[in-house]
């Protein structure tokens, strides 16, 4: 069974720019969560999908924005990029059954370079 | 609010040594998950365990054993004669049951280093 996959794995963007990150969930997982990894401030929370809906959102500004299509591919956007955007960007799918099943699968992460 | 707490920012070790990596948590929950994440450098976040907080029977699973106390708040992560492959950065992470979101709240990590 395949994992969850993100791309690109990698990317190097410039202040002001903006930039689109991609996941797809493990085959038949309907929930996608969006993290943010930095050295100072650790692992955050960005944001959750189910069936296409926002469940949650994490307490960042209105420059991190996301969505889910129907085949539970999610994107996640950041405009305007700001050096503090430079980050790892995990995402994590679960919820096989339509239920929450607490047990999330990570992907392998895009790592944001912004200069 | 929800808080994890791993105090322990860096443990280095030998091989063969047991150690232990202590996860103290906070919340005004009563059913909530607690996990255990390991993050080798590649980066990608391995699931290790999930317990709920009516469960606090302890668990071993090979070299790996976890001790949930709900009296003292905390669910501790002993590696009994790590190894080298052990070297990673471990999270620990609550997520309250509220509203189906699964929400995770991680710890800051404890970066373990295992030396040969």
Request: aromatic share 12%; hydrophobic share 30%.
């Amino acid at each position: 069974k395949a994992g969850v996959t993100q791309t690109p794995r990698y990317l190097i963007k410039t202040r002001g720019q903006q930039v689109t990150l991609s996941c797809s969930p493990i085959s038949g997982h309907r929930s996608v969560s969006w993290y943010q990894q930095t050295p100072g401030q650790g692992l955050q929370f960005l944001f959750e999908y189910f069936s296409e809906t926002q469940r949650n959102k994490g307490n960042f500004p209105g420059r991190f924005s996301g969505r889910q299509f129907s085949n539970s591919r999610s994107e996640m956007n950041v405009s305007t990029l700001e050096l503090g955007d430079s980050a790892l960007y995990l995402c994590a799918s679960s919820s096989l059954a339509g239920v929450p099943s607490y047990e999330q699968y990570f992907g392998p992460g895009t790592r944001l370079t912004v200069t | 609010a929800q808080k994890v707490t791993q105090a322990q920012t860096e443990i280095s070790v030998v091989e063969k040594e047991d150690v232990t990596l202590d996860c103290v948590y906070e919340t005004r929950d009563t059913t909530y998950y607690l996990f255990w994440y390991k993050q080798p450098p590649s980066g990608e976040l391995v699931f290790l365990i999930r317990r709920n907080s009516f469960d606090e029977q302890n668990e071993i699973s090979g070299r790996y054993s976890w001790n949930f106390q709900k009296s003292t708040s905390s669910f501790n992560f002993t590696i009994t004669a790590s190894q080298v492959v052990d070297s990673a950065v471990y999270f620990c992470a609550l997520t309250e049951e509220r509203g189906g979101s699964e929400k995770l709240v991680f710890g800051k990590g404890t970066k373990l280093t295992v030396n040969p």
